[in-house]
């Protein structure tokens, strides 16, 4: 191991100092299936998703918003707060930081799962899209529910959003 010249050595010993790794003349390419440049949608027509700082965390924050859900007929939580997490993640990632539980409020305020008496159209149109999400295997059908939410609606504070939601949920999806 390198030392500093002023420790002492025993007179036996071969001491080797830091040599840098010989260089290589030919360039960089991001050829591994992890590496993630350039933009996601061009490259995989929006299959990826929204990456992001430290995703696993909003898994955290959902216990924290789960008992704030209004739930109509037939609709089940699990599938709710999958996909108020990918509307989430899709915030936090806009923003370029991880997520917190203000993108779950917004997401959840969108969709009209805080709104005791959403409209009877939201909830239908919402029953459709988010029935089966939980699952998996049913990732395109979760993509779609966070593709539904424009930027311009992700942008918005929790109050801006619930504001936003009562004059007009249309205006906040792109459906």
Known sequence: MAAPDYVP???????????????????????RPGEV???VVERDEGRMGSPGPDQGYILTLTPLVADEVNLAEREHLDDVLAGAVAVGLKRASS????????????AL????YLDATPAPELVELRRKMFEGVAN??????????????????????PAQADEAHRADWRALLAV
């Open 9 to 31: 050595v025993k007179p036996t010993d071969q001491p080797r100092s830091y040599a840098s790794p010989p260089r290589r003349p030919d360039e960089w390419i991001a050829a």
């Open 37 to 39: 440049v350039g933009d």
């Open 95 to 106: 923003y370029g930081r991880a997520p917190i539980v203000h993108d779950l409020r917004v």
């Open 109 to 112: 305020t969108i969709w009209g």
């Open 136 to 157: 998996p295997h049913h990732y395109p059908e979760l993509r779609a529910v966070a593709d539904a939410v424009p930027e311009a609606s992700l942008r918005q504070t």
